[in-house]
């Protein structure tokens, strides 16, 4: 019998009426409303988002930002390698214009784990610092954010706050300091309330989410993204196209369950909403329009700024709609990663860029999802350029797969699964790290079944030749 993931309610979380799943779910997945009763769904969706400031040299205004929150010592994280370049260098000079003092942390591993987490928290505890400060992509603003929150919950451990089953899921209810951040990628972590990083005692990928995590500000600068690395422009942009395509699919939020007791207590990852639909269908317009020019030319400085953007939209607009099939196995194959190493990315330690680990199944999975959501696959396809019009209903998720895989192919992305190292042995162990992530698995729109999980990673062990 296979094996479907269900909340940590033990109900399966799209349980509603027939009627209700008819347009979303797919007519082999209907019968699951008949086998266990009526639950309560939540009947409402929240907008989580720091405030944004966007432009051309708006890095300069950090200082002011942090004197008009009456904060004079700050902790700064950054990486190695952008502590050379312009971003960096504007950003310490513009704090020391303002007269507010900072160290730097400049520690930060790319692609996180809990002991480089540890290191940025000790750091930022051993420092009577008034607030904090992130200047980089994803990993370093995530760093931050963890480092933030462990000044505040000195009394606690990272598992405290991972959520159920692998942590013990608690809410963060302290206040904690600022936190400013001013993206050199176009990951979108700046505009959310998410952290991710390696927990080496599950041998997985986990997150932290919370609205509390929201950065006070983010400081968007498309200046300090023109010297982004050609693959980490690639990579960053395809997570940016993942996450949208898993948003608009997403369970719609009033079939997840539970109802939160406390609004406060309000998942992060919520399914899809008409307000989340009108974000996801911009961000997609600009990709289709800006993505390839953007990593394809490197003086086509509007393009790199829309992707800019897109991150922007991608973060305030649908953040709160959640994931599910591709982000949650993306989670087991970065975390199984043995040697892969990128062009632009540190050599000293094997690592899948979190891009790249999504998008590597979404063609398998969106062919899957276009038989529980055609209408919406054939519009995901139409927006990304695809010719729809001699292509059935059904089979809208295998034209979806189509263009995604033609922009993988322009893009350089290696033919699946086998080209990142990985064989038909490591299935078995992907599939039960996956099944692990209740958090996203519980918005996919059908079953996350063990069964399907093999499906879709056997086709994505070389991807091309499936699409």
Known sequence: MRRCVKTLHGHISHTRSADQLNSRVSPQHRHISNTYSIITTDYAYETFSPSVRIGKGATREVGMDFVNKGVKRVLLFTDKNLIKLLPFKATADALRADNVEFDVFSEVRIEPTEKSFREAIHRAQMG????????????????????????????????????????????????????????????????????????????????????????????????????????????????????????????????????????RHRSMDQGSSPMSDIAVVQTLRLIDRYFLPSVESIDDTLAKSQMSLASVIKGAGFSNAGVHICHALSYAISSKVIDYNPDGYPTDYPLIPHGLSAIITAPAVFSEIGYVSPDRCMYLAQILGANTGNVKRLEAGRCLAGRLCYYMKRLGIPNGLSGLGFTEDDIPEIIEETQKIIRLTCLSPIPVCDTLLEGILHKSLRIYDSF
């Open 128 to 263: 009577q610092y008034e607030g904090f400060l992130a200047v980089g992509g994803g990993s370093v603003m995530d760093t931050a954010k963890v480092a933030r929150l462990f000044d505040a919950y000195r009394d606690r451990q990272l598992i405290d706050f991972i959520p159920e089953p692998i942590g013990l899921g608690e809410h963060i209810s302290r206040p904690l300091k600022p936190l400013i951040c001013i993206p050199t990628t176009s990951s979108g972590s700046e505009v959310t309330g998410n952290a991710t990083f390696y927990l080496s005692s599950e041998n997985s990928t986990c997150s932290i989410s919370s609205q509390a995590l929201c950065p006070s500000l983010a400081i968007v600068d498309p200046i300090n993204k023109f010297q982004m690395p050609k693959n980490v422009a690639i990579f960053t942009g395809l997570g940016v196209l993942c996450r949208a395509l898993e948003a608009y699919t997403a369970l719609p939020h009033d079939m997840r369950s539970p109802t939160p007791s406390d609004p």
